[in-house]
């Protein structure tokens, strides 16, 4: 064979032996190899305790309430530390559904009948294995409202019921009309600004366990709900105090911020299809009233909301809509302790948008602000199954009030 054959032959021989020999010590049997790994680690390790793990927010401005929050609800002060491979806001939000588990409840249905003719499914957790507290005429009650969509069987809503249920509490969950597997009686389902519903919801539990210590959470569109319950009702409601998570605060700014070309693609297209879902089962009883195929084109939530909820709760237009749903021009008016949890980074209620300055204005109100967390997010920890930041403040502020309200109630 010619030498340059030979050459060449050698040439390979001698490269295969040294890249076989570098994949059996491994790469970082390789000095460069493991001092880019370990320069790599230490940087990101760097970045991420400098500008990602921080302390929130907390803005109250009433004392009292700063320091019942310091000593019995410590954890709006302690450093949230944000899954260290998926700390950015978006990637949080549509991981959680897949990464948290799923706790098993028993769910006992109620159906209720409203003064419009219709009907309202509860899903109740009664908890009457509780050992803290046995006598069901006093265990403590809390009413769980969830997102948009959402029903007794999110994994958020799940989690809550279980962190409640180790405390020894009850939880109802209220599942807005015909979305939990009820037939809608009326031609009428539900919105953020129309409190009817929730009214009657509390009324009903309140008037079932009257002796009952009794507060709410509500998450994302149901912690608007709630809030702007709580801003029509002020002091005059059996809750105690209430928690909120994830809610947007401005829905102009929240839909400005969803019908980005990103934030589009990744959730206001799939959350308007899940709205057109959700009616499209009682679409025989909504044509006496809309124009259904029509509402089924919508793309985006603002054009599902301007063909049909604005329509259906009688607005003039879909600004009159959106100016009533929006929480932050109630919030002067609640009238019971509130704790508020955000993500600035939340693609669904931008940081900007929080009514921070309003906030200080209402001692009954204060605010965590995370840096991270996204919508319904809050994951922690290097495989965040279990527990999240949020199920934390959860159970923590709900304790606080059942057992060391009083210190709170004389503000």
Known sequence: RPPCAMDWQVLTRELSLYLES?????????????????????????????????????????DRFCRFLEEYCPVVTET???TIWCWEGR????????????????????LIKTADGGQISLDWFD??????????????????????????????????IHQSETLGYRCVVFNNRGIAGEELLTPRTYCAANTEDLETVIHHVHGL???????????????????????KTGRDTPLMAAAIFSAGWNVFESIESLEKPLNWLLFNYYLTTCLQSSISRHRQMLEKLF????????????????????VMFG??????????ASPCRKLK??????????????????GHAIPVETAKQNANVALVLTSCGGHIGFLEGIWPRKCTYMDRVFKQFVQAVFEHGNKIFSM
């Open 80 to 82: 949230y530390y944000p």
């Open 22 to 62: 570098q994949v059996r010590v491994g790469f970082f049997g390789s000095g460069v190899g493991l001092s880019l790994v370990l320069g790599f680690g230490v940087a990101y390790a760097c970045y991420y305790l400098n500008s990602i793990a921080k302390k929130p927010q907390l803005v109250a401005s009433n």
């Open 333 to 350: 008016s609640v009238g019971i302790p509130v704790l508020c949890l955000n993500s600035v980074d939340d693609v669904f209620s931008p």
């Open 209 to 231: 366990h009257p002796s009952a210590p009794f507060m709410a959470a509500g998450v994302s569109m149901g912690g608007m709900l709630l809030l702007n319950y709580l801003g």
């Open 291 to 310: 124009d259904m195929d029509l509402v089924m084109k919508a793309r985006t939530i603002r054009e599902f909301d301007k063909q049909f909820t604005s």
């Open 315 to 324: 607005y003039r237009s879909i600004d009159d809509y959106y100016e009533d």
């Open 127 to 160: 908890n009457n294995d509780s050992s803290y507290y046995p006598d069901a005429s006093t265990r403590p009650t809390v009413l769980l409202l969830p997102g948009l969509t959402g029903t007794s069987k999110e994994s958020y809503i799940l989690h809550m």
């Open 91 to 110: 990637v949080q939000t549509l991981l959680r559904p897949f990464i948290t588990s799923r706790p098993q409840v028993q769910y006992r249905n109620e």
